[in-house]
């Protein structure tokens, strides 16, 4: 019988520590080789600690949320004969650091997750949540409704049936359908229930999050603009392109909006830029390479479609496409989370009449176009006067660093964005 000590592994270049986000074994748990010992995260992605040997947890080296740095402990497994020797060629990525006939006593503690003998590991941690899957009238509907674990477990505890939400996108439902079913069907819930406070720590994604934003409203003076844009050709230009090409991607409104940008930004380098705060210097880059918010079960993250300007509509919806889903999934490869120039985020249907949007630090801007609503307008009735006419009409937003962009600068870019969208065979132009 034996101790094999695993150390968090070098998972990257220049990476000093990550952070437990989520936990996959306890103290007492039995672990099969290759299986999942716990994710962490660094300031570039999410990683998947897998165990190199069979056998049982005695010590765990943090909770949830705790920083731990490279070459540090993360796990002590409890192996069987010979099993801690045969690990050694793992020491690439674990170390064992002692090989000793622990007390018999040990395992079968471990085995009952009762503390293990002394050990510099946290010799307990909190289980893992399993799954919890949302109370709903007919078991034959959950099975037809796609919904992350996270989000059953949401939709469990506040009672609602997953089954009377209908997803805004993709056919799966996430949080912002529940935030959605909530706010316009608030009178669901029974009269008088009430719902018990939670206490929730912010790590993982969340804690990224935080950080960031802290930072960017920390160290950049925003300033927002919002210009109102009659996106009827638009919208018309889209569905009539979707129908001539069945075969190919179906265009969103997205697409659409990052050609214009894309054929804007040339004229306003300014605006596709960096800025690195601590060397005093802007970098105007000529690629657009657009970070494009998204939103996950995990919390905001920022895929970039590289080179942009480069790509038609079909290959702009493609990139959308699998770049979103990448996100969502987990899948989405540290390269393809990193070095955007500008970003674009949308809330999509659930919209809104007008955002003022955070800076994606270290850009300099960041786009919000916001929800298409219906008005009567005045419009040329084509004899020199004006008629009363339904059209489709969207606010889109921009937020800029003032240290680097001027209000004109801001909004003559979108006003040429706005030309743009309102005569969109300008897009489909040489």
Request: one cysteine or more; charged letters at 25%; a negative charge.
């Amino acid at each position: 019988m034996g101790k094999f000590t695993f150390n968090l592994p070098d998972i990257g270049e220049g990476i000093a520590e990550a952070e437990i986000v989520t936990w996959h074994v306890k103290v007492g748990d039995r672990i099969e080789e290759d299986g999942k010992i716990a994710d962490v995260m660094t300031d570039k992605a999410t990683v998947e600690m897998e165990s190199p040997v069979t056998g049982t947890v005695i010590a765990v080296g943090g909770e949830e949320g705790d920083m731990i740095a490279i070459g540090s402990p993360l796990v002590v497994i409890a192996v069987e004969g010979d099993a801690a020797e045969d690990a050694a060629p793992a020491a690439a990525v674990a170390e064992r650091i002692e090989v000793e006939t622990p007390d018999a006593g040990d395992v079968e503690r471990a085995a009952a997750a009762a503390p293990a003998p002394a050990s510099p590991l946290t010799e307990a941690a909190p289980a893992r949540a399993e799954p919890v899957e949302a109370q709903a009238t007919s078991p034959a509907h959950h099975a037809k409704v796609l919904a992350s674990p996270a989000v059953r477990a949401r939709a469990a505890e506040l009672g609602i049936d997953l089954a009377q939400i209908k997803p805004a996108e993709g056919g799966r439902l996430r949080h912002a359908d529940l935030d959605a079913f909530l706010a316009y069907n608030g009178a669901w819930r029974a009269a008088g229930a009430k719902r018990a406070d939670e206490t929730v720590k912010v790590i993982g994604m969340r804690r990224r999050i935080a950080e960031n934003m802290a930072a960017s409203k920390r160290n950049i003076p925003h300033f927002s603009y919002v210009e109102e844009c009659d996106v009827t050709a638009l919208e018309d230009l889209r569905g009539q392109l979707n129908a001539a090409h069945g075969e190919r991607p179906k265009l969103t409104m997205l697409p659409l909006l990052i050609a214009a940008i894309c054929r804007t930004l040339p004229d306003f380098p300014m605006l596709n830029a960096r800025y690195d705060d601590e060397a005093g210097v802007v970098t105007r880059h000529g690629a657009v390479h657009l970070g494009m918010a998204t939103q996950t079960d995990a919390g905001l993250m920022v895929p970039v479609i590289r080179d942009a300007q480069d790509r038609n509509l079909w290959q702009l919806a493609s990139e959308i496409r699998r770049l979103a889903d990448a996100a969502r999934s987990g899948g989405a490869k540290s390269e393809e989370l990193s070095g955007s120039t500008i970003t674009i985020t949308s809330l999509g249907p659930l919209g809104g009449v007008a955002t003022t949007p955070v800076i994606n630090r270290p850009e300099v801007a960041i786009i919000g176009p916001n929800r298409i609503v219906e008005r009567p307008m005045f419009v040329p009735d084509g004899m020199g006067g004006e008629r009363i006419a339904k059209r489709k009409l969207m606010n889109i937003s921009i937020s800029c660093d003032h240290r680097v962009v001027d209000g004109w600068d801001a909004a003559s870019f979108i006003q040429a964005v706005k030309r743009l969208i309102e005569t969109p065979v300008l897009l489909l132009a040489d």
